[in-house]
């Protein structure tokens, strides 16, 4: 059973003070080297046990799965282990979906995948054969197909690394021997404190995914802040339950990334109340599935939060998103 380890806190001035050019590229360099420092620290017990098949990684949206999942993959093979990765994201089916009280339409719960192909193909992969997972859009919000240059096969040695926010339930990995696989949950797990807390592991995810969102699935900041509480109320049925079931913690949080993430994430909301005032808003794209046929599950609720996170994000100093090394988790979320 794994527990969040690692908290990281860090201040406002402490970020000030990385500023200088000598010290920021330390500053960056060494929060990165953490991070990969547990990736290397997975891929050697997974070498060392040599039964290894699968590796299941689950966490909150917005931890960074994809990326961890990629250069974990990545590690394997460059030490000489044939590996694949399958992202559960590609096995929504957006079909028989539920909805809060407000309207949203539930995407996190784990019916909204087609879980009896995603543990079946993964099976047949561990089996050595040759599976075709199909694709999901989220600029166009459908399922499609894959075709053969998706195919994926594995010799007998291969190791298959899957992710997604169910990783770890038991209907998607229950029914592989934790013998033969190894558990991952990932997740931010950080303060930023300047007088008072500006931000926890909730407001860095929160705002990771307002960045991502906004340039990723063409959703605005309060789009996106609108949405929030569904994913809260799915990560309060789950999450609890998956972290009991990992072998190991991640913890994701970059000590330079307030510096990244917190003046784009101030520039999409800004952009977004500045929509609202001039009557230009656009619909919030999560709630185009909802049976009430609002256009948010409760706009005034949104605006209040994307304010009270204004007032937080506006003390927080500022890097050029340049300055991110091309292979960082951070480009999860900032990349165009």
């Avoid at 047949?124 to 859009?137: A, S």
């Avoid at 008072?196 to 307002?210: A, Q, S």
């Avoid at 009557?279 to 709630?287: D, I, K, R």
Wanted: hydrophobic fraction near 40%.
């Amino acid at each position: 059973m794994a527990q969040l380890e690692g908290l990281l806190d860090i201040t406002v001035e402490e970020l000030e003070e990385s500023l200088g050019r000598k010290k920021l590229s330390e500053f960056i360099h060494g929060s990165e080297q953490r991070f990969i420092d547990r990736i290397n620290n997975i891929i050697d017990i997974t070498l060392e046990d040599g039964r290894k098949r699968a590796i299941f990684i689950s966490g909150p949206t917005s931890s960074g799965k994809t990326t961890f999942t990629m250069r974990l993959s990545q590690g394997l093979k460059d030490a000489g282990k044939p590996a694949a990765f399958l992202s559960l994201d590609d096995y929504y089916k957006m079909a028989d979906l539920t909805f809060d009280a407000d309207g949203r339409p539930d995407f996190e719960t784990v019916d909204a995948l087609d879980v009896d192909r995603a543990a079946e193909d993964i099976r047949n992969i561990i089996d050595g054969k040759k599976v075709i997972p199909p694709y999901f859009d989220f600029n166009v919000r459908k399922q499609f197909e894959g075709g053969e240059d998706r195919a994926i096969q594995l010799p007998d040695d291969g190791i298959l690394v899957v992710e997604g926010l169910h990783g770890l339930n038991d209907r998607i990995s229950g029914d592989i021997s934790d013998d033969i696989s190894t558990k991952v949950f990932i997740v931010p797990f950080g303060n930023v404190f300047h007088d008072t807390k500006l931000m926890d592991k909730r407001e860095i995810r929160l705002l990771r995914r307002i960045v991502r969102d906004n340039r990723h699935r063409a959703a605005h900041a309060l789009s996106t802040i609108d949405y929030w509480p569904m994913i809260e109320q799915s990560e309060l049925i789950y999450f609890k339950q998956y972290l009991a079931k990992a072998t190991y913690h991640v913890n994701s949080f970059l000590a330079y990334e307030p510096l990244v993430i917190a003046p784009m994430a101030l520039h999409d909301i800004r952009k977004a109340l500045d929509s609202c005032a001039d009557g230009t808003l656009s619909p919030n794209v999560f709630m185009e599935r909802s049976a009430t046929g609002k256009p948010f599950a409760d706009l005034p609720r949104a605006i209040e939060t994307a304010k009270k996170l204004l007032s937080h994000l506006e003390d927080i100093p500022v890097i050029d998103p340049s300055r991110v090394p091309e292979a960082s988790i951070l480009n999860e979320f900032i990349s165009s």
